[in-house]
């Protein structure tokens, strides 16, 4: 279907109101920092920072009176230098405004030599070239296979729509809000990292989308895949996999970090070397001992315990634990414990595989605890008798 001529012009349109908005946001960025800096040094806005605060007070201070004015030279001399500076951003606008950031991720990194990444206004991201190949796609967007042009290295590059009300946080460390998911990653690159997370290499903050570049581990597939052309899977390799399972989920709370959606779609696989990679960040959040809104939960429901239905919050620990109990009965039963919501709130008794040792299911049925504060923690799961046997 061919375009027609006005929807051609649409979107010139479109695409110069965008380009326009762009400017203008960061213009007047630029003028609220010019204004700052023009006042005299007392009457800028005080910077919220403990620290700041005690190291201030910590200063003797000359005392003024309140009815003291800058000289009057001065001040002239600030509104010239000001409106002189304005009138050279009006004629260079693309010196103070780029259409697109591009933020390289601190800390260290599978692709150490890859250089920073400094900001730029290339509308697209400029050293990796996407395939055709489509990975996956959800609510959140889209995953491309891409390839970096400078030495060939495969990754999947995520992106996500920027709608009106996509979620965001702030972090600690950094100064503005970001998305959820690009947030909690950052979090996640901090030393020691973890190898069952997914990595994010870089992230590129466009217009319309997000785009995360992200770990392609090859070959690979979801452990839902995995577990389904096994046909179920031995104690041995269950317990490999819950293994680094539960190490991934406890680098994530050491980190501040609770993925909340931890279930077989959102592990991968390496089918070569058997190693996971917890993956999908775009529903967690950081970590609060205060717990969180059972009515704002999002994720997968099949794999939620009973207190989010029931009570009005959750806990970050306790809610991993029963998701990684639900996913160990996947593995080793090929089906999952529940198959609705009102069976995980009725409690109703499990059916098992002949093949699944006392052990296991004795771990399966502490993670599947009703009642959230009889459930093991995460360094209890790790020190069950089931982890004493060999791999």
Not at 159 to 165: G, L, P
């Amino acid at each position: 279907m061919r375009p027609t001529s006005e929807s051609v012009s649409n979107e010139t349109e479109a695409a110069a109101w965008l380009d326009n908005i762009s400017f203008c946001s960061g213009f007047c960025e630029w003028i609220d920092e010019e204004l700052i800096d023009s006042l005299p040094a007392d009457s800028q806005p005080p910077v919220e920072s403990k620290r700041a605060s005690e190291a201030v007070s910590a200063q003797p201070c000359a005392e003024k009176s309140p009815t003291e004015i800058p000289p009057r030279g001065n001040r002239r001399s600030r509104i010239h230098a000001f409106f002189k500076r304005a009138w050279k951003a009006v004629k260079n606008p693309f010196l103070r405004c780029r259409r697109t950031r591009v933020e390289s991720v601190p800390g260290p990194s599978e692709l150490q030599n890859m250089p920073d990444t400094e900001p730029t206004s290339a509308p697209d991201l400029p050293d990796w070239r996407p395939t055709t190949n489509l990975i996956g796609t959800g609510s959140y967007g889209q995953v491309f296979k891409a390839v970096r042009k400078s030495d060939g290295r495969e990754v999947a590059i995520k992106r996500t729509q920027k709608w009106s009300n996509y979620c965001s946080l702030q972090i600690p460390g950094c100064s503005r809000r970001l998305a959820t998911e690009v947030g909690l990653m950052l979090m996640l690159r901090r030393p020691p990292v973890c190898p069952y997370i997914i990595e994010m290499y870089e992230w590129f903050d466009q217009p319309l989308v997000f785009s995360l570049v992200l770990e392609f581990p090859q070959p690979c597939v979801s452990l839902r895949e995995f577990i389904t052309d096994s046909s179920g899977l031995s104690d041995a390799v269950a317990r490999g996999f819950m293994r680094q399972l539960v190490l991934a989920v406890q680098h994530c709370i050491n980190h501040g970090v609770f993925h909340n959606d931890v279930h077989a779609d959102n592990v991968l696989v390496n089918t070569d070397t058997l190693e996971l990679k917890l993956i999908d960040f775009g529903s967690g959040h950081l970590l609060d001992s205060a717990g969180y809104d059972s009515l704002k939960y999002i994720g997968a429901f099949l794999f939620c315990p009973p207190e989010v239905f029931s009570k009005p919050k959750y806990y970050a620990v306790q809610k991993n634990v029963w998701a990684l109990g639900v996913t160990l009965f996947m593995m080793v039963n090929t089906k999952l414990p529940f198959c609705n919501v009102k069976q995980i709130l009725d409690a109703c008794p499990y059916t098992w595989k002949a093949d699944v040792s006392s052990a296991c299911s004795d771990l399966i049925y502490q993670c599947l605890e009703r009642r959230p504060a009889k459930r093991p923690t995460l360094e209890q799961i790790l020190q069950h008798q089931w982890f004493e046997s060999q791999l």
